[in-house]
């Protein structure tokens, strides 16, 4: 069965350092999607991504985040300078197309700042 | 604005008792609604989900949810449950606009008693 990967599973940095979180889509679908959740809290919207653009972005995602789909089969998400309040776990998604089908969700990238 | 209120972050029941964890939304347009089930230290998988087709949906591992467009309700149930059951599930909204994102609720952590 076709399923999102991310790497890494957990990655640990130092405040004020860049990291880069990294997914692979299913590979015939059209929109990406980054959500995170802080632990013990709800899982939020961050970016949609389709046909090579930010199609939509929350209020969290600041000029620190940046989204790319640099190959054409990986989707990545940069958080420029990361702050304690960046911890949480980091989940890509994608899907099909607009018609409303199931958002394939990836295991997620625990995020530590320290 | 789309909301999902989940009434209970903690359920208890015993193995072979109905499960009934709940869900309220708020939406402005006829709302898809979905069940996601998370189980510790893996990512979110869909459980079942709403389009506007049968109210009585019916997912995966013999849950399923009723769609209550006179209570803004989407409550979801399983006749007997399994310790295997034993996760965290969240509801969430789409407004099927052009991006399709996904509005979480804070989730539900669902603890199955031998």
């Known amino acids: 069965e076709p399923e999102v990967t991310q790497t890494p599973s957990h990655q640990v940095t130092q405040m004020g350092q860049e990291v880069i979180l990294r997914c692979v889509p299913i590979?015939?679908?059209?929109?990406f999607y980054w959500y995170r959740q802080i632990l013990g809290q709800k899982v939020e919207f961050l970016v949609s991504?389709?046909?090579?653009?930010?199609?939509?972005k929350s209020e969290i995602f600041d000029d620190q985040f940046s989204v790319e789909r640099p190959d054409g089969s990986n989707f990545t998400l940069k958080i420029r300078s990361t702050k304690l309040e960046d911890s949480a776990m980091y989940f890509c998604?994608?899907?099909?197309?607009?018609?409303?089908?199931?958002?394939?969700f990836g295991q997620g990238t625990r995020l530590t700042v320290v | 604005a789309q909301s999902v209120t989940q009434l209970g972050s903690h359920v208890s029941v015993s193995e072979g008792a109905l499960v009934l964890l709940r869900c309220n939304y708020s939406?402005?347009?006829?709302?898809?609604l979905f069940w996601y089930v998370q189980y510790p230290n893996q990512g979110l998988q869909l459980l079942l989900k709403?389009?506007?087709?049968?109210?009585l949906v019916k997912g995966i591992n013999d849950f399923e949810a009723e769609f209550k467009k006179s209570e803004t309700s989407f409550d979801l149930t399983k006749p007997s449950a399994h310790m295997s059951d034993a996760a965290e599930y969240f509801c969430?909204?789409?407004?099927?606009?052009?991006?399709?994102?996904?509005?979480f609720g804070t989730g539900t952590l669902l603890a199955v008693q031998p």
């Open positions: 998604a994608s899907s099909g197309d607009r018609s409303n089908t199931e958002a394939f």
């Open positions: 590979s015939n679908h059209l929109y």
């Open positions: 991504f389709y046909n090579n653009e930010i199609s939509e």
């Open positions: 939406s402005s347009v006829p709302p898809y």
């Open positions: 709403y389009t506007s087709a049968a109210t």
């Open positions: 969430a909204v789409s407004d099927g606009g052009a991006t399709n994102k996904l509005i």
